[in-house]
């Protein structure tokens, strides 16, 4: 009973809101992992800011992919933005959360657009972008934003370390950073708080699904919560916190110009304006549903950590995707993947067919563990339990 209504909140969370206003991965270690340049892609959609990134990066075309249509909106949106405001009013956007006028540019300069269900949304949730009550930033809206507001509030009202938090964020050198981060590491972690991150409804709202749960708690020693734990100190105490976007916009509600994704800095803007998005496809479907109806062919794969969930709930889709990925994958190919768990054994033993002979995964795909691991240890995110890096040369 308890792992359906887990699974129930979880779909209830990812069927009806938009999920993540931000991506919640390092696309600084995608790019080493899968030299994009020159690349057709296949990214599964999140917030875009990666997909705008890997364009950055020389990817030739981008396909971005997800079943949420309230994702690929936000990209829409985004895309929108980057062809008709100034960079000045795009930071406010997207850099700040707040847009001026939301309303009057909305509706002169950014619906017409929109696809369809992208103009239906924004229609009515422009006003993400207002500035105003708790939710004062678009960074604190959506589900994961939800749950930001609430982390904040905490900060500020419950634990009262605000100021704490502000100097481990302008920590200048690494001994400053780990003085700061001991300071305050026993009035953040209270019993309340290690309550709360143990709820299935708290991992729904920042979309961990129960499967994800499960493969920490049988593999982590100290289970979900000291695995958070430790991953909030690898990140606040070992790892340089200056370019941490990904974090300082969860506990601020904003980016500054100096800490922020790259297609939000005045160059990122300037070369995606110039003509980059024009490379960029969006696709509201399945991974698997998708790749059996293109023609394309595809050079680098971006499958996040999704296939956690369908190894526990559609395993049949999961071979289908794979066929799929065999199928359309150009030569010489490369896959990244995340997992919650610390180890993914579902990959390797899935069949597919390869001009018409029968095989498994693994028996194709050739991984770059030294490299996955190394690139693993520096991600600014930190959150997942392990990263893959492979080859899909023998197809």
């Not at 004062?136 to 938090?165: C, E, L």
């Not at 009035?187 to 309340?192: A, K, S």
């Not at 010489?332 to 033993?349: A, E, M, Q, T």
Request: with cysteine; charged share 25%.
């Amino acid at each position: 009973m308890k792992d359906y209504l887990s699974s129930a909140v979880f779909r209830f969370v990812h069927g009806n809101h938009l999920v993540y206003n931000t991506c919640w991965e390092d696309p600084r270690i995608d790019r080493q992992a899968l030299d994009v340049e020159g690349q057709s892609m296949l990214v599964i959609t999140s917030a875009g800011c990666n997909v705008l990134d890997y364009l950055l990066a020389g990817a030739e075309h981008v396909y971005a992919v997800d079943m949420n249509p309230r994702q690929n909106a936000l990209l829409e949106l985004k895309l929108a933005g980057i062809k008709e405001l100034s960079y000045d009013t795009f930071f406010d956007m997207f850099g700040r959360g707040v847009l001026p006028q939301h309303e009057r540019t909305y509706e002169s300069l950014l619906r017409g657009h929109l696809s369809p269900y992208a103009r239906r949304y924004w229609d009515k949730h422009i006003s993400y972008f207002a500035g105003r009550g708790w939710r004062s930033s678009f960074y604190f809206r959506g589900s994961s934003g939800f749950f930001a507001r609430f982390i904040n509030t905490y900060i500020d009202k419950g634990a009262r370390i605000r100021h704490r938090i502000h100097s481990l964020l302008e920590s200048s050198t690494p001994e400053e950073q780990h003085w700061h981060y001991d300071g305050l590491v026993k009035e953040f972690w209270t019993p309340m708080l290690r309550w709360v991150m143990n709820q299935d409804a708290t991992m729904a709202l920042l979309g961990v699904p129960r499967a994800q749960r499960h493969q920490v708690e049988n593999n982590y020693i100290g289970g979900l919560v000291k695995y958070i734990e430790d991953c909030i100190e690898a990140v606040f105490r070992n790892l340089p916190l200056n370019d941490n976007y990904f974090w300082r916009v969860y506990l601020t509600g904003s980016y500054t110009h100096e800490c922020c994704p790259e297609y939000l800095t005045e160059d990122g803007f300037s070369r995606l304006k110039g003509g980059l998005c024009e490379s960029v496809s969006v696709h509201t479907d399945s991974v698997d549903n998708f790749l059996r109806n293109t023609e394309a062919e595809i050079g680098r794969f971006v499958l996040l950590d999704h296939m956690d969930w369908l190894a526990s709930n559609r395993h049949d889709v999961l071979e289908r995707e794979w066929q799929g990925i065999v199928d359309r994958a150009a030569l010489n190919s490369r896959i990244i993947f995340r997992s919650g768990g610390l180890k993914v054994d579902y990959v390797d033993p899935l069949p597919v067919k390869v001009r018409g002979s029968d095989a498994r995964v693994g028996e194709l795909l050739r991984y770059n563990t030294k490299l996955a691991d190394d690139l693993h240890e520096h991600d600014r995110v930190h959150t997942y339990g392990s990263f893959y890096v492979a080859y899909l040369a023998a197809a």
